[in-house]
């Protein structure tokens, strides 16, 4: 089991929950995020004076897939969440040792 952390503009989620479901994702957790990159957000005025957004909106997936998903998933997230500008966001994977279903103690990938 593959953990994958995605980190993508809050404009491009339901493409990206589209994109997954349609590939058979079935479970995720989405978390409201502020950050930046190599950026380091940007400068706007408001009322003539200047100021510096240094921390952006963004939106973090968080989904645990089989091994033989991994790569589909990620297809599936690059390609609905590419704008091809700077800020389209990160995708971090890690494996996953055990998942265990609460509610009747399945484990492993019974538990996704």
């Given amino acids: ?9 809050p404009s491009k989620l339901d493409a990206v929950k589209d994109a997954l479901v349609d590939i058979g994702v079935e479970g995720m957790t989405i978390t409201e995020a502020r950050g930046h990159g190599r950026q380091k957000g940007h ?16 939106v973090k997936l968080e989904l645990v897939v089989k091994d033989e998903m991994l790569d589909k998933a990620i297809t599936a997230i ?17 494996k996953i040792d055990e998942a ?13």
């Fill in 100 to 112: 265990i279903r609460i509610r009747n103690d399945e484990r492993g990938e019974l538990a996704l």
């Fill in 78 to 94: 690059t390609t609905a969440a590419r704008t091809g500008t700077i800020g389209d966001g990160k995708i971090f994977v890690s």
């Fill in 1 to 9: 089991m593959q953990k994958i952390e995605a980190v993508i503009q």
């Fill in 43 to 58: 400068t706007e005025f408001y009322r003539g004076r200047e100021y510096s957004v240094d921390l952006l909106p963004k």
